[in-house]
């Protein structure tokens, strides 16, 4: 197709200077990630300056907000509702805020663990509730969500508490008590776990820290984009209001 129009850009236009292909542009525009194109008399798909907003919006929102939020945003954008795209961004940004403060108190709780040596022998459910100021059902419900796992004395059928046991419950105990829910504390036990204790978790933290300071950098990165696409007069398509 020869384009008469210098306003007019063929797909192959929006996908070489980004690496992509031209069925990822033609995808994105089924998808309504970009508005819908004009047709050329020749049937060709013709999009503009706008399309190109579009797709650099959506590119800079992805890897903060994630793909499938990027597209919901540039979705509800492009058929006229707003409010519900910019809602979708502060859902994003709440759950990045979370995520710091869940960071946080784990810090905060790992700090606060007291070393655990080695015991002579087991803890039992008695002694490790009061050293921890708790209830024994307390900890028997611990068990029941599989946060801590005790072992079984072979005569008595006690439960017995090695000294990874007693650490794992300290940390629970650190976590409830900065305010957050049995659900939200199983992944961290299991990470510990999987660590093999405390101490190999501190390369995972620093890690944690820097995806949520390259995801925060990334929605900024995408707010500034989707803002100069709804700066445009044609961000939203004519005649529709916000519906959100």
Do not use: C
Request: charged share 25%.
């Amino acid at each position: 197709m020869v384009r008469q129009n210098p306003q007019q850009l063929r797909p192959v236009d929006l996908a070489r200077p980004r690496g992509l292909s031209t069925q990822a542009i033609r995808n994105y525009e089924e998808a309504g990630i970009l508005p819908a194109a004009a047709r050329s008399p020749a049937g060709y798909r013709v999009y503009t300056s706008r399309h190109a907003r579009a797709l650099h919006a959506f590119l800079a929102l992805a890897p903060g907000h994630g793909h499938q939020t990027a597209t919901a945003i540039m979705q509800a954008i492009n058929e006229g509702r707003t409010a519900y795209a910019l809602r979708l961004v502060d859902e994003s940004h709440a759950q990045v805020l979370e995520d710091r403060r869940t960071l946080e108190a784990v810090e905060a709780a790992l700090r606060d663990l007291s070393p655990v040596a080695e015991p002579r022998g087991d803890s039992f459910v008695g002694p490790l509730a009061r050293r921890l100021g708790i209830r024994p059902a307390t900890l028997r419900k611990w068990e029941r969500a599989g946060l801590v796992r005790p072992g079984r004395d072979r005569q008595t059928g006690y439960r017995v508490y090695t000294a990874a046991d007693v650490r794992d419950a300290q940390l629970v105990h650190q976590l409830r008590r900065g305010g957050y829910r049995l659900e939200q504390i199983a992944p961290l036990i299991d990470q510990v776990r999987t660590a093999g204790g405390v101490a190999p978790l501190e390369s995972t933290l620093r890690d944690w820290h820097a995806r949520l300071t390259h995801r925060g950098r990334a929605m900024l990165t995408g707010a500034a984009a989707l803002s100069a696409y709804l700066d445009t007069d044609d961000a939203v398509p004519s005649g529709r209001a916000d519906r959100s």
